[in-house]
């Protein structure tokens, strides 16, 4: 059964602050790991990584995958309080498996 | 576009009253999805489609029925409800993974109440 995990399960930080979100992934015949942010609605995507070394960034986020150790980490430099959300990370599989599974995800609070 | 929608926003039930919930997208997404997402446990997998016509079960399929007789329509009915239900229902799409992408586009939710 395909798994996903991500730590830490909440974290709390002040504003300015970096910080580092990780996923770790046993996805059979894995493709893609993708990065959604949740406020108070629906999940919006962030980022979809499918080769290991190469950072994808989006302003102050970003993210790389580690196809050999099966994680991924999320960056978010000088946070601010618009950051604070549920980060949610999912795994996808090659085709004939169309399904994600995903991450309980990171509870960020970022304090003023 | 409007994405991804859903119906209703919100809707309280009795325990063995049936109801259906309704996603459409207008993105020309062959695939779609129903997650429902509960305190601690995230996203879990409830049906999903491939295709007009198709379905399958995901994680937690029991107590659910769907169908997808339009392919920009994906319903999800509950035939008879239980408390154990409650929870937000959230329909997603994406592209066939012939187009190289697994991006799930979500719609905004329906937070359904069971007493």
């Known amino acids: 059964e395909d798994k996903v995990v991500q730590s830490p399960l909440s974290l709390v930080v002040h504003e300015g602050d970096t910080v580092t979100l990780n996923c770790s992934y046993e996805?059979?015949?894995?493709?893609?790991l993708l990065w959604y942010k949740q406020e108070k609605k629906a999940p919006t995507f962030l980022f979809m990584l499918?080769?290991?070394?190469i950072e994808k960034k989006s302003g102050r986020l970003s993210s790389i995958l580690d196809k050999k150790e099966l994680f991924s980490i999320l960056n978010i430099t000088a946070t601010q309080t618009g950051d604070s959300a549920v980060y949610l990370c999912?795994?996808?599989?090659?085709?004939?498996?169309?399904?994600?599974?995903f991450g309980t995800g990171t509870r960020l609070t970022i304090i003023p | 576009n409007a994405g991804v929608t859903q119906t209703p926003k919100f809707r309280v039930l009795k325990t063995g009253q049936s109801m259906t919930l309704l996603c459409a997208q207008d993105?020309?997404?062959?695939?779609m999805y129903w997650y429902r997402q509960d305190p601690g446990m995230g996203l879990r997998l409830i049906h999903y489609?491939?295709?007009?016509?198709?379905?399958a079960k995901g994680e937690v399929p029991d107590g659910y029925n769907v169908s997808r007789l339009k392919k920009q329509n994906f319903l999800l009915g509950l035939e008879s409800a239980a408390p154990s239900q409650t929870s937000v229902y959230f329909c997603?799409?994406?592209?066939?993974?012939?187009?190289?992408?697994?991006?799930?586009?979500f719609g905004p939710g329906t937070r359904l109440t069971v007493l």
């Open positions: 489609s491939v295709g007009e016509g198709t379905t």
């Open positions: 997603a799409s994406s592209y066939s993974r012939t187009k190289k992408t697994d991006t799930q586009y």
């Open positions: 999912a795994g996808g599989a090659n085709f004939g498996n169309e399904k994600l599974t």
């Open positions: 996805v059979t015949n894995f493709r893609s």
């Open positions: 499918t080769s290991s070394g």
């Open positions: 993105m020309n997404h062959e695939y």
